[in-house]
């Protein structure tokens, strides 16, 4: 068996961290409430177990968590990076980056960079904004490789989506095109994560209608609240 680290965020904004040891050969979800104070608290447990170990992962994510997590993000120094799941880019994490994509990490590429790097920027792509809430956020992040999912393995893994035409007015639900997703806020805004040059460079806040977005989805291992 071995040993991991396990993380539990409640709503009152307490992180309590533990360890579990354990070994199973076993997939599954369960769902478990209790209450905290006056509220009712529902923890969803993913569990992934591969062969001699187990990744569990205790959230209470919603939507509205999802929403809150990108407005901040919003607000601080972030930009783009293929590969980034919003830590703060420093030299060793930019180069773990380019020895994973080093057909896009050309020198040129390598040398936009330059005054980003060390200088306490947040580095992420468009699934790295969301895969940052997953993983419990800036302040506490923990590398979780079972929600580490690229654009279209998100749209895939849903279980809930559509067209974007019939778009429910709910925060929190995330927006697929090819190659790329977003978080829709309400009120015909996203915020998405893109080095687009129409956009800008990191987190940025955009129209519905400036996107050709092609379907909406509730991002797994979320609980939408309506």
Not at 65 to 93: C, D, E, M, N
Not at 113 to 120: A, L, Q, R, S, T
Request: proline share 3%; charged share 20%.
């Amino acid at each position: 068996s071995v040993l991991k680290h396990h993380y539990l965020i409640l709503n009152s904004g307490v992180l309590i961290h533990f360890y579990l040891k354990i070994t199973f050969l076993l997939s599954f979800s369960s769902v478990f409430t209790f209450t905290a104070g006056n509220r009712r608290v529902n923890i969803v447990v993913d569990y992934l177990f591969r062969c001699k170990g187990a990744i569990i992962m205790l959230t209470d994510k919603t939507n509205y968590g999802l929403v809150r997590h990108v407005q901040k993000f919003l607000a601080l120094p972030t930009v783009y990076l293929w590969g980034g799941l919003g830590q703060i880019l420093s030299l060793a994490l930019f180069h773990e980056v380019i020895k994973r994509y080093p057909d896009y990490y050309t020198e040129k590429k390598q040398h936009e960079y330059e005054g980003f790097i060390d200088n306490n920027y947040y580095a992420l792509d468009c699934s790295g904004l969301i895969k940052n809430y997953l993983m419990n956020g800036e302040n506490y992040f923990s590398y979780n490789p079972a929600v580490d999912y690229n654009s279209k393995l998100f749209i895939e893994k849903a279980t809930t989506k559509g067209a974007i035409c019939s778009l429910p007015e709910i925060p929190g639900i995330c927006l697929y095109l090819e190659g790329h997703v977003g978080v829709y806020i309400g009120n015909g805004d996203v915020i998405e994560a893109t080095n687009n040059p129409d956009f800008g460079n990191g987190v940025i806040k955009s129209r519905l209608n400036q996107r050709n977005w092609e379907q909406w989805f509730y991002c797994p291992h979320i609980r939408y609240e309506d």
